[in-house]
């Protein structure tokens, strides 16, 4: 079994949707889903009921949001964090397919994976 990503606002460039699927990725994306402008709390929490880990730019809101799960003892499927500025569409391909590869879906419980790592 493959982790499976949930793309938020910031990082659901249909040029890396395509790319990730041509890969066989699972991958949905905050607009396929209609819960564009939902709150970063509200995607977690449906990420992690589809068993799905969140790709994402924004590393400050959810590193926050992560810090207040494991706080109050809630948890969540763990999140990717990227660098739109650092990193083109192919590299941000490659390092996910990395993390996909070397990453299984039982590790990601309550996890941040920063792109750059990989």
């Not at 650092?86 to 590869?101: D, F, P, V």
């Amino acid at each position: 079994m493959r982790i499976k990503l949930f793309l938020d606002e910031d990082s659901q460039s249909s040029s890396l949707i395509s790319a990730l699927r041509l890969h066989d990725v699972d991958v949905l994306t905050v607009n396929e889903t209609n819960r564009n402008g939902l709150t970063d709390e509200s995607q977690l929490d449906f990420a992690s009921a589809e068993n799905r880990v969140i790709y994402t730019y924004n590393v400050g809101d959810f590193f926050q949001l992560h810090t207040e799960y494991l706080t109050n003892g809630k948890t969540h499927n763990g999140f990717i964090i990227g660098e739109q500025d650092r990193y083109n569409i192919g590299e941000q391909m490659r390092r996910l397919l990395r993390i996909i590869e070397f990453v299984s879906p039982d590790e990601t419980e309550n996890q941040i994976f920063f792109i750059s790592n990989f």
